[in-house]
């Protein structure tokens, strides 16, 4: 496939906008709304969600080993276990079992085309499995309905759980009215799934194999485990003699006792069910009888799994045959790659598309590869089908992290596809105007990678020198021509406001005013008025907080000193985190060690260090555990916090909120925290600390501002930047005070709302009036 | 101990739209007659003093099975916790039973009703060290949303009755 170009990826996503998006929002928004609700009355969440991932660790570790040892159980119960290296492999095979199948017992049914029903397989879509069997001369027919839409349809899937979840009630019911033509032209849900049963239950009766995928696979019994709502699974499994499981190798897990945490947790991750409606757990061949429709009269339990003569005749033996195939196709070496592993942990909730705002936005189509769609899919296409398929949509990961909550078996997608973001620039080609960027990628960073991630990616230095030019930077950066060539170069879109850089950086303020003796004078004197708390504070001037939001560190640092507490504003290193959102991990990991370097004095001399921008924070306390050593990860994480929950700790130690700007008890704030700082935990802390002094705070339950770092300033993703953004700002407007803790939120909000949106610290500050 | 297990499993089946009828075994056959809807098809129950109304079909041929209405099956056990009765795949075709026709009449021992989904894996574990290796786990009624809103009774049954045999 190859890569758009950015006006092309724009047009793209204005149309999915136009077209899909509303269906997908209220499907995928619903379920996770659900997943919600299902996982807060989960008592042992956190528990199952970690025996989850342990037992995928495990079982990851030891696949060849249970690769055997399903195939021992499988041969045993009287099945085959074939191991598919490639998409060729396995369908050659499956196109050969129908035949011989085929040819054994007889076509069933009317005519003599080979018929095959399908359910429950997206590794089949992988494979395009549809595909070789029609040109094998097999008919396939899909039996989950919102397959057999797509197939109906012509489509392609766009979500792991609910391929169909783009296509609205109307347009399935035109289409079937178009394709059928029934006397009665269907109109509603009930009349379309009454007319899809009917017509499926016809092919499902006279097919000759049953084709399904597999949630998981209990290696030491043999067992296939489905995990469906519908219950057509099991009719494709039991209803045909001839049963194909098509699973790839990762759904190998080694004993029924592991079954447990995933049958309960599958459907709460998926569609916040407590449990789905059919977990089905076949050992096939089963001992189901196999029902002969062709043979009416036939008492259905005279076949079954014993060899009937009368059935022989008849054509059919009455026995079963079962066959697992089992994929590879690139996930062996997944494996055996330290970075893209985990994937293959993920058992297909599709938790991580419905959390995703982006996916809300523009759906599985815009925010998918060539199978699999949503957070994961980077990983998976990157492992599956290369690099190429997986650079795509990469792009439309903003790192937000809110899929990291989601995920039962707590993968790191935000990391994933950092590291797919990396290896894609890495393969890439230079480009032209080099001169704007020269000098921004350091020598870490191999070539290939475009203009507008190492700008982004060096934000840093880009910041230092606007900073140290201003005002004529500003100024120069809304006039048109400059405008122009930002976007043409950087793709950076002329219709957002660029941020206004400060000429006296947070860094240079602090100085001015006399620095850390200054400080210390200061609180000591607001600890002279109150409880005594012993801590000292290194403030962390992020490339945001020092050169454009000054406010709000100078709004921190006033906090801090009335409540008693002397703070230190060195110029620190970047975090990385600019560099990350670009996939520069070694520029990330470059920077994290000179930050760590740079603090670790002053956290063996027992500091705080405190830190305002959530995304910052959240490098600290995530990717520095893959860039730091294990020690000195643990020392910076336990060691750092975000500001409103530092704040939050001195109250509850005895600080007196009353230095601070209280309100009157319940004067109404609307809050939005943070994609990154509600990954953390950390949005509670800010609102306790709110309501402590006086606020009401009403929290925003929109995953994600939708601007994200850098991701709201790109060309072809402003659009859909803006209407992610305005789904938050529909919850907030009514609010007379609104605050966000990241920039990027503020900013964002700022732009759709036409009024301040401050730091809730500047709420707090002494003093402090947000406007 | 299990009154309360019983009744837990009831409040699970409320939720999902289920009906539970808590029957003596000695009225069971009555009371099945009651609620079937014919024609109907059946599995053998392997309960002490329990049998299946006479106007109920077992050993069903495939068109009374595909005609049938209603299908009653015994089942090896339920989880109160989530409402869920496991029926096993076995030769008499329990399996067909509870899956073709639109209801379906699930029968279980009170003694069967697990509390959670651990104690019933606990019983699927002896059920496939005794040699029942293929269970489903049902729970409420066959759903989709795929055509737009919920339906229930796509390819499984729209309608299904538990019904826990007391006293045994
Ligand atoms: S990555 Fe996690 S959340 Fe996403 S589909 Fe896989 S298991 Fe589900």
Redesign the interface.
Same mark, same amino acid.
């Given at each position: 496939m190859a890569q758009r170009t950015r006006s092309e990826r724009a047009d793209r996503i204005r149309q999915l906008l136009e077209t899909e998006g509303g269906a997908v929002h209220a499907?995928a928004s619903a379920s996770n709304a659900r997943r919600y609700e299902t996982y807060d009355a989960t008592d042992d969440l956190e528990a199952l969600r970690i025996e989850a991932r342990s037992i995928k660790e495990a079982a990851i570790d030891r696949l060849p080993d249970l690769i055997d040892t399903v195939r021992e159980a499988v041969e045993a119960?009287g099945g085959t276990v074939y191991v598919a290296d490639d998409a060729a492999d396995a369908n050659a095979y499956v196109a050969d079992v129908v035949e011989s199948r085929t040819d054994a017992a007889g076509i069933a049914g009317d005519d003599d085309t080979p018929s095959v029903v399908k359910s429950k397989s997206m590794t089949t879509e992988e494979i395009d499995l549809n595909d070789a069997l029609e040109a094998n001369g097999i008919a396939v027919t899909e039996?989950?309905?919102?397959e057999w839409?797509l197939q109906v349809a012509d489509d392609t899937p766009s979500h792991i759980v609910?391929p169909?979840m783009h296509i %609205?009630?109307?347009e399935?019911a035109e289409l079937f009215n178009e394709t059928f033509d029934p006397d009665e032209p269907l109109e509603?849900?009930?009349e379309? @799934?009454r007319f899809?049963?009917d017509h499926?239950?016809e092919h499902i009766?006279e097919a000759d194999v049953g084709i399904t995928g597999a949630n998981f696979v209990v290696a030491d @019994?043999g067992?296939i485990t489905l995990v469906t709502?519908?219950?057509?699974a099991?009719?494709c499994a039991?209803?045909p003699d001839t049963h194909v499981a098509i699973a790839g190798v990762e759904k190998l897990i080694p004993t029924? %006792?592991d079954?447990?945490p995933f049958?309960?947790i599958i459907a709460k991750s998926a569609t916040g069910q407590?449990?789905?409606?059919?977990?089905?757990?076949? %050992?096939?061949p089963?001992? %189901?009888?196999t029902?002969?429709?062709d043979?009416?009269?036939?008492?259905?339990?005279s076949g079954?799994?014993?060899t009937d003569e009368a059935a022989a005749a008849s054509g059919h033996a009455g026995e079963r045959d079962f066959h697992l195939v089992l994929l590879d196709n690139g996930r062996m070496d997944m494996r055996e790659d330290d970075q893209l592993r985990e994937t293959l942990y993920c058992i297909r909730c599709g938790a991580c598309s419905n959390s995703c705002t982006n996916f809300h936005t523009v759906g599985g189509h815009g925010f998918g590869g060539e199978t699999y769609s949503g957070g994961i899919a980077t990983g998976w296409e990157a492992g599956v089908h290369g690099r190429e398929s997986a650079a795509e949509f990469n792009d439309l990961c903003t790192g937000c992290s809110r899929c990291v909550d989601a995920c039962p078996v707590k993968i790191d997608i935000p990391w994933i596809n950092t590291v797919v973001r990396d290896r894609v620039n890495r393969s890439g080609e230079p480009e032209a105007y080099d001169f704007l960027v020269d000098g921004l990628t350091p020598d870490l960073e191999g070539g290939g990678i475009s203009h507008g991630k190492r700008f982004f990616g060096n934000i840093g230095t880009v910041a230092k020198a606007a900073s140290a030019t201003a005002p004529v930077s500003n100024w120069l950066t809304d006039v048109d021509p400059v405008r122009g060539l930002l976007e043409r170069t950087l793709g950076i879109d002329r219709r957002r406001d660029l941020p206004s850089f400060e000429r006296t950086s947070l860094v240079d303020w602090f100085r001015s005013r006399g620095g850390a003796d200054a400080s210390k004078r200061r609180a000591d004197r607001a600890r002279s008025r109150g409880a005594a708390i012993d801590r000292e504070v290194v403030l962390y001037a992020d490339v945001y907080t020092n050169y454009v939001d000054t406010d709000r560190g100078k709004a921190a640092v006033r906090t801090l000193e009335s409540l008693g507490i002397p703070v230190n504003v060195p110029d620190l290193p970047e975090s990385g985190r600019a560099a990350l959102s670009q996939g520069m991990i070694a520029t990330a990991d470059r920077q994290a060690s000179r930050l760590y370097a740079a603090v670790a004095e002053d956290i063996d001399a027992g500091r705080d260090v405190v830190v305002i921008e959530p995304s910052d924070l959240a490098a600290i306390h995530r990717e520095y555990e893959r860039l730091l050593p294990e020690e000195s990860f643990e020392r910076l994480r336990s060691n750092s916090y975000e500001i409103c929950e530092y704040v939050y700790g001195l109250l509850e130690n005895g600080a007196d909120p009353a230095a601070l700007s209280t309100g009157d008890g319940d004067e109404p704030v609307a809050y939005h925290s943070h994609c990154q700082q509600r990954t953390l935990d950390l949005e509670a802390p800010t609102v306790a600390v709110l309501e402590r002094c006086g606020y009401a705070p009403d929290t925003s339950d929109a995953e994600c501002c939708g601007m994200a770092g850098s991701f709201g300033y790109k060309r072809e993703y402003y659009e859909l930047s803006m209407e992610v953004g305005e789904r938050l700002a529909t919850q907030v407007e009514g609010a007379p005070t609104v605050v966000a803790s990241g920039t990027s939120c503020g900013d964002q909000l700022e732009t759709l709302l036409e009024r301040d949106v401050p730091h809730p610290i500047e709420l707090l500050a002494p003093d402090g009036s947000p406007t | 101990m299990t009154v309360d297990t019983v009744g837990r499993f009831e409040r699970a089946l409320e939720g999902l739209e289920v009906g539970l009828e808590r029957v003596a075994a000695a009225d069971a056959s009555e009371r099945i007659e009651r609620i079937v809807q014919e024609p109907a098809v059946g599995v053998a129950l392997p309960f002490d003093g329990v049998t299946l109304p006479e106007s109920i079909t077992t050993e069903p041929t495939a068109a009374e099975l595909e005609a049938a209405r209603t299908g009653v099956t015994p089942v090896g056990f339920a989880i109160a916790e989530y409402g869920t009765v496991a029926v096993e795949s076995t030769p008499d075709g329990a399996e067909p039973v509870a899956l073709y026709p639109e209801r379906h009449v699930a029968v279980v021992a009170e003694s069967d009703v697990m509390s959670d989904l651990s104690a019933g894996f606990d019983r699927l574990a002896d059920g496939f060290d005794a040699g029942r290796d293929s269970v489903v786990f049902a729970t409420g009624r066959s759903a989709t949303g795929d055509m737009g809103e919920l339906v229930h009774g796509v390819h499984g049954p729209g309608d299904v009755t538990v019904i826990v045999l007391e006293g045994r």
């Amino acid at each position: 496939m190859a890569q758009r170009t950015r006006s092309e990826r724009a047009d793209r996503i204005r149309q999915l906008l136009e077209t899909e998006g509303g269906a997908v929002h209220a499907h995928a928004s619903a379920s996770n709304a659900r997943r919600y609700e299902t996982y807060d009355a989960t008592d042992d969440l956190e528990a199952l969600r970690i025996e989850a991932r342990s037992i995928k660790e495990a079982a990851i570790d030891r696949l060849p080993d249970l690769i055997d040892t399903v195939r021992e159980a499988v041969e045993a119960n009287g099945g085959t276990v074939y191991v598919a290296d490639d998409a060729a492999d396995a369908n050659a095979y499956v196109a050969d079992v129908v035949e011989s199948r085929t040819d054994a017992a007889g076509i069933a049914g009317d005519d003599d085309t080979p018929s095959v029903v399908k359910s429950k397989s997206m590794t089949t879509e992988e494979i395009d499995l549809n595909d070789a069997l029609e040109a094998n001369g097999i008919a396939v027919t899909e039996t989950d309905l919102g397959e057999w839409v797509l197939q109906v349809a012509d489509d392609t899937p766009s979500h792991i759980v609910g391929p169909a979840m783009h296509i %609205s009630r109307e347009e399935i019911a035109e289409l079937f009215n178009e394709t059928f033509d029934p006397d009665e032209p269907l109109e509603t849900a009930e009349e379309l @799934t009454r007319f899809a049963r009917d017509h499926l239950w016809e092919h499902i009766r006279e097919a000759d194999v049953g084709i399904t995928g597999a949630n998981f696979v209990v290696a030491d @019994t043999g067992t296939i485990t489905l995990v469906t709502n519908e219950g057509n699974a099991r009719k494709c499994a039991v209803t045909p003699d001839t049963h194909v499981a098509i699973a790839g190798v990762e759904k190998l897990i080694p004993t029924l %006792s592991d079954l447990e945490p995933f049958v309960d947790i599958i459907a709460k991750s998926a569609t916040g069910q407590p449990i789905s409606q059919y977990v089905t757990m076949l %050992s096939p061949p089963t001992d %189901s009888p196999t029902v002969d429709f062709d043979a009416p009269e036939e008492p259905i339990t005279s076949g079954g799994a014993s060899t009937d003569e009368a059935a022989a005749a008849s054509g059919h033996a009455g026995e079963r045959d079962f066959h697992l195939v089992l994929l590879d196709n690139g996930r062996m070496d997944m494996r055996e790659d330290d970075q893209l592993r985990e994937t293959l942990y993920c058992i297909r909730c599709g938790a991580c598309s419905n959390s995703c705002t982006n996916f809300h936005t523009v759906g599985g189509h815009g925010f998918g590869g060539e199978t699999y769609s949503g957070g994961i899919a980077t990983g998976w296409e990157a492992g599956v089908h290369g690099r190429e398929s997986a650079a795509e949509f990469n792009d439309l990961c903003t790192g937000c992290s809110r899929c990291v909550d989601a995920c039962p078996v707590k993968i790191d997608i935000p990391w994933i596809n950092t590291v797919v973001r990396d290896r894609v620039n890495r393969s890439g080609e230079p480009e032209a105007y080099d001169f704007l960027v020269d000098g921004l990628t350091p020598d870490l960073e191999g070539g290939g990678i475009s203009h507008g991630k190492r700008f982004f990616g060096n934000i840093g230095t880009v910041a230092k020198a606007a900073s140290a030019t201003a005002p004529v930077s500003n100024w120069l950066t809304d006039v048109d021509p400059v405008r122009g060539l930002l976007e043409r170069t950087l793709g950076i879109d002329r219709r957002r406001d660029l941020p206004s850089f400060e000429r006296t950086s947070l860094v240079d303020w602090f100085r001015s005013r006399g620095g850390a003796d200054a400080s210390k004078r200061r609180a000591d004197r607001a600890r002279s008025r109150g409880a005594a708390i012993d801590r000292e504070v290194v403030l962390y001037a992020d490339v945001y907080t020092n050169y454009v939001d000054t406010d709000r560190g100078k709004a921190a640092v006033r906090t801090l000193e009335s409540l008693g507490i002397p703070v230190n504003v060195p110029d620190l290193p970047e975090s990385g985190r600019a560099a990350l959102s670009q996939g520069m991990i070694a520029t990330a990991d470059r920077q994290a060690s000179r930050l760590y370097a740079a603090v670790a004095e002053d956290i063996d001399a027992g500091r705080d260090v405190v830190v305002i921008e959530p995304s910052d924070l959240a490098a600290i306390h995530r990717e520095y555990e893959r860039l730091l050593p294990e020690e000195s990860f643990e020392r910076l994480r336990s060691n750092s916090y975000e500001i409103c929950e530092y704040v939050y700790g001195l109250l509850e130690n005895g600080a007196d909120p009353a230095a601070l700007s209280t309100g009157d008890g319940d004067e109404p704030v609307a809050y939005h925290s943070h994609c990154q700082q509600r990954t953390l935990d950390l949005e509670a802390p800010t609102v306790a600390v709110l309501e402590r002094c006086g606020y009401a705070p009403d929290t925003s339950d929109a995953e994600c501002c939708g601007m994200a770092g850098s991701f709201g300033y790109k060309r072809e993703y402003y659009e859909l930047s803006m209407e992610v953004g305005e789904r938050l700002a529909t919850q907030v407007e009514g609010a007379p005070t609104v605050v966000a803790s990241g920039t990027s939120c503020g900013d964002q909000l700022e732009t759709l709302l036409e009024r301040d949106v401050p730091h809730p610290i500047e709420l707090l500050a002494p003093d402090g009036s947000p406007t | 101990m299990t009154v309360d297990t019983v009744g837990r499993f009831e409040r699970a089946l409320e939720g999902l739209e289920v009906g539970l009828e808590r029957v003596a075994a000695a009225d069971a056959s009555e009371r099945i007659e009651r609620i079937v809807q014919e024609p109907a098809v059946g599995v053998a129950l392997p309960f002490d003093g329990v049998t299946l109304p006479e106007s109920i079909t077992t050993e069903p041929t495939a068109a009374e099975l595909e005609a049938a209405r209603t299908g009653v099956t015994p089942v090896g056990f339920a989880i109160a916790e989530y409402g869920t009765v496991a029926v096993e795949s076995t030769p008499d075709g329990a399996e067909p039973v509870a899956l073709y026709p639109e209801r379906h009449v699930a029968v279980v021992a009170e003694s069967d009703v697990m509390s959670d989904l651990s104690a019933g894996f606990d019983r699927l574990a002896d059920g496939f060290d005794a040699g029942r290796d293929s269970v489903v786990f049902a729970t409420g009624r066959s759903a989709t949303g795929d055509m737009g809103e919920l339906v229930h009774g796509v390819h499984g049954p729209g309608d299904v009755t538990v019904i826990v045999l007391e006293g045994r």
